[in-house]
T-cell receptor, first 111, second 116 residues
Framework: NAGVTQTPKFRVLKTGQSMTLLCAQD?????MYWYRQDPGMGLRLIHY???????AKGEVPDGYNVSRLKKQNFLLGLESAAPSQTSVYFC??????????FGDGTRLSIL | QQQVKQSPQSLIVQKGGISIINCAYE??????FPWYQQFPGKGPALLIA?????SEKKEGRFTISFNKSAKQFSLHIMDSQPGDSATYFC???????????????FGQGTILTVHP
């Protein structure tokens, strides 16, 4: 039982490059979330999804896009990476109104 | 705006001591207050949680104290151990109330170090 799996675990990008972060969950959860974690700021919600084919903006959505083509997968895309997007990205999943289960994060550096 | 304020930012405790982390919130619509524990290189994991109709909840060495009128809640770790060294986040959950998504707002985090 893997829970929430994020790939890749580490990545270094140059400014302007694009990339996609993948999140996969095997708990049949309806809800999935993308957060970023920065020192002294806790976790901030980027985008979330309440079901396959649906996505919505969170607290800090600018510069990111997401897609949920399959219930078990939630993708986070950076079209043109900026240094301000250097962060640790966490994916989480949950059933409705239940605690969120987190992956182990993707550490992204943008030079 | 920071809806959940957490303090202190860092905390050093000796083995066997009591660790106390405090959080304050503003939004009276919050109706569930979880604490997450995060070890280096790992994601946050749910540690303990409380609803506002209860003033205290205890699970082993971990206790949440909740003061609804003051809009404050705290985590107490009794007999702190080096293995408790981690980052702790308080959070507040605004339930769906008929909408499709309940919002979870995190505090800034507290780095706890327990010295042997």
């Amino acid at each position: 039982n893997a829970g929430v799996t994020q790939t890749p675990k580490f990545r270094v990008l140059k400014t302007g490059q694009s990339m996609t972060l993948l999140c996969a969950q095997d708990m049949n959860h309806e809800y999935m979330y993308w957060y970023r974690q920065d020192p002294g700021m806790g976790l901030r919600l980027i985008h979330y999804s309440v079901g396959e084919g649906t996505t919505a903006k969170g607290e800090v959505p600018d510069g990111y896009n997401v897609s949920r083509l399959k219930k078990q997968n939630f993708l986070l895309g950076l079209e043109s990476a900026a240094p301000s997007q250097t962060s640790v990205y966490f994916c989480a999943s949950s059933k409705r109104d239940q605690p969120q289960h987190f992956g182990d994060g993707t550490r992204l550096s943008i030079l | 705006q920071q809806q959940v304020k957490q303090s202190p930012q860092s905390l050093i405790v000796q083995k066997g001591g009591i660790s106390i982390i405090n959080c304050a919130y503003e939004n009276t619509a919050f109706d569930y207050f979880p604490w997450y524990q995060q070890f280096p290189g790992k994601g946050p994991a749910l540690l303990i949680a409380i609803r506002p109709d209860v003033s205290e909840k205890k699970e082993g060495r971990f206790t949440i104290s909740f003061n609804k009128s003051a809009k404050q809640f705290s985590l107490h770790i009794m007999d702190s151990q080096p293995g408790d060294s981690a980052t702790y986040f308080c959070a507040a959950w605004e339930g769906t109330g008929g909408t499709s998504y309940g919002k979870l707002t995190f505090g800034q985090g507290t780095i706890l170090t327990v010295h042997p």
